[in-house]
T-cell receptor
Framework: GIQVEQSPPDLILQEGANSTLRCNFS?????LQWFHQNPWGQLINLFY???GTKQNGRLSATTVATERYSLLYISSSQTTDSGVYFC?????????????FGAGTRLAVHP | GAGVSQSPSNKVTEKGKDVELRCDPI?????LYWYRQRLGQGLEFLIY????????KSGLPSDRFSAERTGESVSTLTIQRTQQEDSAVYLC???????????FGPGTRLLVL
């Protein structure tokens, strides 16, 4: 099945800093989503981005499907950005809706 | 509008007992998913329902796990003869027709003693 690797596993930032989170995947995908899991465990969908670039406020994401990676950019980080960021993919072979999650990047933003 | 809801929010049970977990998807969402998240780990796909089609059960870890869905509404995940390794957060998600974005509920935290 598809393998999903996220890096870095842990990230500590000072408020106001920028960061880039990476997601590599081992096979062609036609479904890629980024999620934020807050410290209380709630998962929030950030982007559906199987290809191209999207922006939403301080967050943006880029997926280069041909090179099998996606990047999540966080600018001017805030303490409320803390939590775990997950990349999840669905592929042609495994099933579009059957999302395979990476292990996540744990982000801590300090004031 | 209302999001995905799950109940109970917490469940403590003894090894060997059966448990039922419930998920109410967002109204109008035809697709429903169950995932399991062990402590400090990513999510594992369990099962996927889409309308009246046969569910994709390929992620269920053993025959002790089963799930049902009534039409396009409530789903229940049943774990029979629970084991300590079943302890995890069980998350439900739903998505609207023709859309891939999945919306998650708050999860049920299951502890098997």
């Amino acid at each position: 099945g598809i393998q999903v690797e996220q890096s870095p596993p842990d990230l500590i930032l000072q408020e106001g800093a920028n960061s880039t989170l990476r997601c590599n995947f081992s096979d062609s995908v036609n479904n890629l989503q980024w999620f934020h899991q807050n410290p209380w465990g709630q998962l929030i969908n950030l982007f559906y981005i199987p290809s191209g670039t999207k922006q939403n406020g301080r967050l943006s994401a880029t997926t280069v499907a041909t090179e099998r990676y996606s990047l999540l950019y966080i600018s001017s980080s805030q303490t409320t950005d803390s939590g775990v960021y997950f990349c999840a993919v669905g592929g042609f072979s495994g099933g579009y809706n059957k999302l395979i999650f990476g292990a996540g990047t744990r982000l801590a933003v300090h004031p | 509008g209302a999001g995905v809801s799950q109940s109970p929010s917490n469940k403590v049970t003894e090894k060997g007992k059966d448990v039922e977990l419930r998920c109410d998807p967002i109204s109008g969402h035809t697709a429903l998913y169950w995932y399991r998240q062990r402590l400090g780990q990513g999510l594992e796909f369990l099962i996927y329902f889409q309308g009246n089609s046969a569910p994709d059960k390929s992620g269920l870890p053993s025959d002790r796990f089963s799930a049902e869905r009534t039409g396009e509404s409530v789903s229940t995940l049943t774990i029979q003869r629970t084991q300590q390794e079943d302890s995890a957060v069980y998350l439900c998600a739903s998505s609207s027709p023709g859309r891939a974005t999945q919306y998650f509920g708050p999860g049920t935290r299951l502890l098997v003693l």
